[in-house]
T-cell receptor, first 116, second 116 residues
């Protein structure tokens, strides 16, 4: 079955530590996205990528980094510069075929990150 | 200014009744897309329905329909014949063109509780 796999489901970070969240998709989608969700709030865009080896900052990119070395993979690193990393992180992917039509984003099951 | 506004933090509905979840949006682009997603307590985001700005008819998908009023910039989700499994957070989101971004901007969500 095609889909998006995020791992781990739960992650704990110590002070001063970088952690990496994994996101893999087998939907053959061009675009991939990372969102952050705080309790009781909507999703905010961290980074997105439309093609391998290219990615763009979203609305809240500070303290995060990404890479896109393969079409299927878009890992997110939460660096020690992110002072409030506790949140639910969601990865998504979509096709890129013009600007009209649904092309909905498909989401993974998310990773919950907490500070120890 | 908020791009997506959901003014109902929480809603209650009796099983088998219909419910309307409100969403207003703000954009100057003539071409945009509006999405509704459902987020159960487990956290995954489930795509429900899409409305394009140029679509002449309101979108429908099974028990979900979208009351799209372009002049008022509203895209309310109507769930008919509510079921207990409909209890979840519901998010309205917008996709705008421009610089090929195609990421989604989300509202803050509405928590729907279906009562037996």
């Amino acid at each position: 079955d095609g889909g998006i796999t995020q791992s781990p489901k739960y992650l704990f970070r110590k002070e001063g530590q970088n952690v990496t969240l994994s996101c893999e998709q087998n939907l053959n989608h061009d675009a991939m996205y990372w969102y952050r969700q705080d309790p009781g709030q909507g999703l905010r865009l961290i980074y997105y990528s439309q093609i391998v080896n290219d990615f763009q900052k979203g609305d809240i990119a500070e303290g995060y980094s990404v890479s896109r070395e393969k079409k299927e993979s878009f890992p997110l690193t939460v660096t020690s510069a992110q002072k409030n990393p506790t949140a639910f992180y969601l990865c998504a992917s979509s096709l890129l075929i013009g600007d009209r039509g649904p092309q909905p984003q498909h989401f993974g099951d998310g990773t919950r990150l907490s500070i120890l | 200014a908020q791009k997506i506004t959901q003014t109902q933090p929480g809603m209650f509905v009796q099983e088998k009744e219909a419910v309307t979840l409100d969403c207003t949006y703000d954009t100057s682009d003539p071409s945009y897309g509006l999405f509704w997603y459902k987020q159960p307590s487990s956290g995954e985001m489930i795509f429900l329905i899409y409305q394009g700005s140029y679509d002449q008819q309101n979108a429908t998908e099974g028990r979900y329909s979208l009351n799209f009023q372009k002049a008022r910039k509203s895209a309310n989700l109507v769930i008919s014949a509510s079921q207990l499994g409909d209890s979840a957070m519901y998010f309205c989101a917008m996709r705008e063109p421009g610089a090929g971004r195609r990421a989604l901007t989300f509202g803050s969500g509405t928590r729907l509780q279906v009562q037996p």
